[in-house]
């Protein structure tokens, strides 16, 4: 497939168009079903998204729930990689249950992962819709299913994206948060509410937190990270308590960014376990969690802040409650967790220490949309056949066919004068990385990894470290390490515990899950199964 032209540029700040490619990755090298326990009966997968890999030692001491159990009775690879460019929400989700890389699953950015207009939400009268369309290929829940057609899945998230794309193409139980406060689908899945979601939204959770305050969970002096930044939330509300409006259907649009939106994502899934039967026979069921709050949270206050500590420790006891809850249900014995994050995140480029240099900076795309521009008309080029989307160059090559040596030229010129603007690290020719080292320069790696070989993306741009696009107060979506380094923890029976430290990537998740639940994946992947963590 290619990567659609996007539309014009002042669109694209919101809508960055992306295509995919049926392309595949590497065989995994080892899939024979290694087992010492009979098949989970239900796989939970916790993606906590923007989980930095520092979370846990950060905060370890003060950890006693769920996160301390996983961490410390769990298989920890703590040098695990979301092992492509950019990253972000859609395309990490999308990485966790098939095996592959962006470039294979088809979901390479966020703004067009699962936007799809055919799909109206339910019960929503604006306009919009969501599905799994554009995602290509299989995940585990696939293999499941073509084993025991009674396989069942349900997947849960704050965000659309997070809900829809670790399950893939699957027709599953599928349900996401809209702000007016209740769960919702798309009609790709359904054509009404299931009784027992429509329950969970009669009991008005989210717009029971109007009036409350988010208050430490501990002392004051059990958090080192001082409560007066004032770069943190662009200067308003940066500091304790954080008080929700008396207003219900107020709060019920502000809980996303607070720790108690994860507390109302757990408490959908458990009524799901109950009212699905997820997990209670001899087949595999699989229930997908994606938490949502560590991710409005560190974009507003960063990674180092006090809002953000102590959001881990809340992270920490809700998810204590919901591991209890569920193996109350089924048994601890019967079922296999994985959790990880969809991508990491960078220090705000603001408080980033002075030995950083080049000195972090925000970088405005307009300004290199502006470059480009102005290089196409120099060449007196079609200005709609070399467009810029954010930090990647498309071109049509079959309609400049006649013009190749000419679009050759724009993009070495453009490479220059992008370099030249504060906070570009690199532009690379696309077809140069394609034949890079991507062993020892790990950018060169990842941006391979996000496109298809074959795709009309001609050049991509590399900031300088820390350095962001201006938008958000701290952000992700780089190749650099801060940005793809996440936790990755193997919990169950069917696990070794203990802390490996070796590099190894999120596509390897599925197959490991896989491993342990008797099948094998449908189609060739990238990921292996991490076999030293089976017992």
């Known amino acids: ?49 923007q989980f930095r890999w520092d979370y846990l030692d950060r905060f370890g001491p003060q950890l006693q729930g769920g996160l301390a159990m996983l961490s410390r009775g769990g298989a920890w690879f703590t040098n695990a990689h979301h092992d492509h460019a950019i990253t972000e929400t859609a395309p990490g989700h999308a990485t966790l249950l098939s095996g592959r890389f962006p470039r294979s699953t088809g979901i390479m950015a966020n703004s067009i992962g699962v936007i799809d207009a055919t799909a109206p939400l339910l019960g929503v009268s604006s306009p919009g819709g969501a599905s799994p369309f554009r995602f290509q290929g299989t995940t585990l829940v696939d293999w499941l299913h073509a084993r025991d057609s009674r396989s069942r899945t349900l997947s849960v998230s704050m965000k ?21 406060g209740r769960f919702t689908t798309s009609r790709y899945y359904r054509d009404s509410l299931p009784t027992w979601v429509s329950q969970f939204n009669a009991r008005r959770l989210p717009q029971s937190y109007a009036g409350k305050a988010w208050t430490l969970l501990l002392a004051d002096s059990a958090y080192k990270e001082p409560d007066s930044v004032s770069v943190e939330m662009r200067g308003a509300n940066f500091t304790f308590p954080h008080r929700m409006p008396a207003d219900s259907t107020q709060a019920a649009g502000l809980i996303a960014a607070t720790p108690w939106m994860d507390e109302v994502t757990l408490a959908l899934a458990l009524d799901g376990v109950r009212a699905l039967g997820l997990g209670e026979s001899t087949r595999t069921d699989v229930l997908a969690v994606s938490l949502s709050a560590t991710d409005l949270i560190g974009h507003g206050y960063g990674p180092d802040s006090r809002e953000m500590h102590d959001n881990i420790l809340r992270l920490d006891r809700n998810l204590g409650v919901f591991f209890d809850s569920l193996f109350k249900l089924r048994g601890a014995s019967h079922v296999a967790i994985a959790i990880t994050g969809d991508h990491a995140v960078g220090t705000i480029p603001e408080l980033v220490p ?35 989307d954010r930090q990647i160059v498309l071109a ?13 030229s724009v993009l070495a010129a453009f490479a220059v004068q992008a370099k030249a603007l504060p906070g570009v690290a690199r532009a690379d020719r696309f077809q140069d990385l394609l034949r890079g080292d991507t062993i020892n320069d790990a950018i060169t790696r990842r941006w391979v990894h996000q496109f298809p070989a074959q795709s009309n993306v001609q050049l991509v741009v590399t900031l300088t470290p820390f350095s ?8 992700h979506g780089s190749p650099y390490d801060y940005d793809s380094h996440v936790p990755l923890i193997f919990f169950g029976p069917w696990f070794a515990p203990g802390r490996y430290p070796e590099f190894v990537r999120t596509v390897d998740l599925a197959p490991t899950l896989a491993a342990v639940a008797g099948v094998k994946p449908a189609e060739r992947i990238d990921g292996v199964v991490l076999r030293h963590a089976l017992k």
């Open 396 to 408: 049509d090559r079959s309609a400049l066919k006649n013009r190749l040596a000419g679009l050759d």
């Open 160 to 180: 659309d994206r997070g809900a829809i794309l670790p399950v893939g193409r699957s027709r599953s139980e599928v349900y996401w948060y809209y702000p007016d």
């Open 354 to 388: 002075a030995s950083v240099k080049p000195t972090p900076v925000r970088v405005d795309a307009l300004a290199l949309d502006a470059i480009l521009r102005r290089v196409v008309a120099a060449a007196k080029m079609d200005s709609s056949l070399v467009v810029m």
């Open 468 to 475: 962001i696009f201006s938008g958000l107060v701290a952000t």
């Open 1 to 49: 497939m290619i990567w659609p032209m996007p539309r014009p540029f002042k669109t694209l700040l919101l809508i960055l168009c992306v295509g995919g490619s049926a392309c595949a990755g590497a065989q995994s090298t080892s899939q024979t079903n290694v087992r010492t326990a009979p098949p989970p009966s239900l796989v939970v997968l916790v993606t906590v998204d």
